[in-house]
């Protein structure tokens, strides 16, 4: 069998069942593979073909196998070709390197006799997805393609996931060798996460049930563990409230009633208030950036911090000093500490402290603005999450819209809500639902997109209609980069340095252009029609929302600020 | 830098294979921190090689790099040293050209007072061969500049852990 022929077969046998990608010279062989099975003329393993969805711009096929990995829980795959293909991708593996995101990506390569000879479109693709993956291989030989798939795997889903690069020359795919598909990799100082020490479970367990005032701080591991459950058991069990970062929005039902919502930039004013309130914080699965805890000085200075994580490196990292730490599983650390606490906390009361934590549930204040003939962003948000059922899969783009999102779109139900919330990539959104309509075609899958973002994989559209994915595109267009212009009103004295966008494109007809369904609505009542008309729509709709380009996201957490020091108007 | 800084050794065990290298140094660069030295050569299994890296750094800074490098897939083993824990050598060759006023005896009896050994000589230059720890060389580069260096090339300080440490009383 060929390298080519390898790399498919080794997909199918991970069960692979859409990869995302763009062809070119450097992955023919891959792609003619491919045609092979997909017409049946190569005798598949087992019966399960593999789809291909033809993205029209690598960022985006590296977000749409990063989408894909978030709503189903397994491995996205992405393919690109050498040179522009491959560097074109970098920036969907760095933004699920950021997130931790199992996603692997395949590219061609020169064929290895030209490989350092600046040979066309020859990159140092392994050098360059260093810093942003967790592995990259290149095999050299046919029988080692099996390998490397089947480790690329391995490594991307276990311990933290990570995204994981196989960069294959043109040669090796098209030489041809026996092969063996090894069932295990083994790698010497790694392997899958330990079960949770016993003795520091005991240690937490003592600190936790000794606390009057305890708050739970969930990040993006627990939603990458799958850890929800656990996590709500865990909290009913002990009577504690639970916030969020950005990342681990929605890790918890935000409709709990002891959920708070989430803390940082643009958290709760309240919320962030309570956070130096509490005697013992447990943090699971988020690296406390500075974007969760302001300035880390002055981000709980007289509370017991107990951190939980994946990786080890996390620990002492951003916050210097717990007073405990745990190097595990989000899943197995909170189901080890419900056995370890169980006992402790019956019959237990916290009405004081879950009295004053609740008054904290209250609404972010909003600008609504005062202005007419315009919706505001923050009511259309949350007037969305109205019109959506709660299982409803929504991703968002980076900006205001965003961070309206993070505060007034409730998110109810697991794996809902996925946003690039680490690198903050503008562009992610779009291409991400398409991916997470793959993985979930029985649920609507909403993209909340500012103008500004929505341009930069715009193109996505042409894959949605031609691959028959429909999404809904929900555009907050203020003809501005509202973000940037919201950061020049407030520090930068109203000087507005290139976030003017203007009314180009029309939407609408952009939207029409690719066959898709383009509206525009102006009203609550008409965004309703147009959603619900969206969700039952067999093409891609794109909802054009006009606001107002003065609105800002607030209340905000000043860059470089303490927790307790909050903009609110 | 916070007032712990100090040199600081790693001492790592890894794959013997391309790219190696560039992982580690690549994550030590991208936490800003400079390499003051670095040696790598065989280890004593094969396949795996043995690399010493030196930089000056804080501890808590130092503590995440090297999680950071245990992480890595192709790291056998990580281990912090510094000079107080571990015997640390380093080995320079240093090539002079004695001409008026300096002459080869006053070459020579430098190269005698550090023990060091002239491993090559010609009419107009000899190359001298020193080890020992990182102070040492330093002391004998610093006195060689008196006496017509041409040339200096280092190794890099290599460490292992010492197996018996007599704690040092105040």
């Not at chain 1, 970098?90 to 692997?104: E, F, I, K």
């Not at chain 2, 002079?96 to 000589?121: C, K, Q």
Request: net charge neutral; aromatic share 8%; proline share 6%.
């Amino acid at each position: 069998m060929s390298g080519a022929q390898a790399v498919v077969e080794a997909l199918q046998r991970e069960g692979v069942e859409a990869v995302f990608g763009h062809p070119g010279g450097a992955n023919m062989p891959i792609y003619d593979a491919l045609y092979d099975l997909q017409s049946f003329r190569y005798t598949p393993l087992n019966e399960k073909s593999i789809r291909h969805i033809l993205a029209r711009h690598e960022q985006s096929a590296a977000h749409m196998a990063d989408g894909y990995a978030r709503a189903s829980g397994k491995v996205g795959v992405c393919m690109a070709t050498s040179g522009p293909g491959a560097t074109n991708l970098m920036t969907g593996l760095a933004t699920a390197y950021m997130d931790s995101s199992p996603v692997v990506a395949i590219t061609g390569q020169v064929p290895s006799f030209m490989i350092g000879t600046d040979a066309f479109q020859e990159t140092d693709v392994v050098g360059m997805a260093t810093s942003v993956t967790k592995y990259a291989f290149q095999p050299l030989r046919v029988r080692d393609v099996p390998y490397s798939i089947k480790a690329a795997f391995y490594l991307a889903t276990t311990r933290r996931p990570q995204p994981v690069l196989v960069d294959i020359p043109k040669d090796v795919q098209q030489a041809e060798d026996d092969v063996d598909f090894p069932e295990y990799v083994h790698f010497p100082n790694y392997g899958p996460l330990p079960d949770p020490d016993p003795m520091v479970v005991k240690t937490i367990g003592r600190a936790i049930l000794g606390a009057q005032r305890p708050v739970i701080l969930a990040g993006g591991g627990v939603k990458m563990a799958n850890a929800y459950r656990e996590l709500q058991a865990f909290a009913e069990l002990l009577v504690a409230p639970v916030v969020t970062s950005f990342m681990g929005k929605g890790a918890f039902p935000e409709n709990h009633p002891l959920s708070l919502g989430c803390m940082g930039m643009h958290g709760s004013e309240r919320t962030n208030k309570l956070i130096p309130e509490c005697d013992v914080l447990l943090v699971v699965g988020s690296r406390l950036s500075d974007r969760t805890t302001g300035k880390i000085e002055k981000f709980a200075p007289s509370t017991k911090v107990i951190h939980i994580d994946a990786d080890k490196a996390e620990i002492g990292k951003n916050y210097r000093l717990p007073v405990v730490s745990l190097v595990a599983d989000a899943k197995k650390a909170l189901q080890a500490l419900i056995r370890e606490v169980e006992a402790g906390m019956m019959g237990r009361q916290r009405d004081a402290w879950i009295k004053r934590a609740q008054e904290v549930v209250v609404m972010a204040k909003t600008e609504l603005d005062g202005n007419g003939s315009y919706l505001s962003g923050a009511e259309t948000i949350r007037m969305l999450r109205r019109f959506l059922p709660h299982k409803a899969i929504v991703t968002t783009e980076v900006g205001q819209h965003q961070m309206w999102c993070e505060q007034h779109f409730q998110v109810i139900e697991p794996r809902t809500f996925f946003s690039s919330g680490g690198l903050g990539t503008m562009g992610f959104g779009f291409p991400a639902a398409l991916g997470a309509k793959i993985a979930r075609p029985d649920v609507p899958v909403f993209d909340v997109a500012g103008d500004g973002s929505f341009l930069m994989t715009e193109n996505s559209l042409a894959t949605s209609i031609e691959e028959q994915i429909p999404v809904t595109v929900v555009i907050l267009n203020n003809r501005m980069l509202g973000m940037v212009a919201q950061w020049q009103r407030f520090f930068y004295n109203r000087r507005y340095s290139a976030v003017h966008l203007g009314r180009s494109p029309d939407f609408v007809k952009l939207a029409e252009s690719y066959g898709a369904e383009g509206v525009r609505v102006n009203t609550i009542p008409e965004l309703e029609t147009a959603v619900n008309r969206a969700i039952r729509s067999p093409v891609t709709t794109v909802i054009d929302v006009p606001i107002s380009p003065e609105e800002n996201v607030l209340p905000m957490l000043p860059p470089g600020a303490g927790i307790k020091e909050m903009v609110v108007g | 830098m916070s007032q712990d800084a100090q040199l600081r050794i790693i001492s790592a065990l890894v794959e013997h294979k391309p790219g190696v290298l560039y992982r580690i140094s690549n994550l030590i660069r991208r936490k800003s921190f400079n390499i003051e030295s670095i040696a790598v050569g065989p280890a004593e299994i094969p396949g795996l090689a043995r690399m010493t890296f030196t930089m000056f750094s804080d501890y808590s800074r130092f503590d995440q790099v090297m999680k950071n490098i245990d992480n890595l897939i192709d790291i056998r083993s990580v281990e912090p040293l510094e000079e107080g824990n571990a015997t640390v050598r380093e080995l320079a060759l240093v090539k002079f050209s004695p001409g008026p006023p300096v002459t080869r005896l006053e070459v020579m009896s430098l190269i005698e007072t550090f023990r060091a050994n002239i491993v090559d000589l010609s009419p107009e230059t000899l190359t001298v061969e020193i080890s020992g720890d990182s102070d040492k060389i330093n002391a004998f580069i610093e006195l060689a500049r008196n006496f017509g260096v041409k040339k200096v090339a280092r190794t890099g300080a290599v460490a292992l852990a010492r197996e018996m440490t007599i704690k040092r009383s105040i």
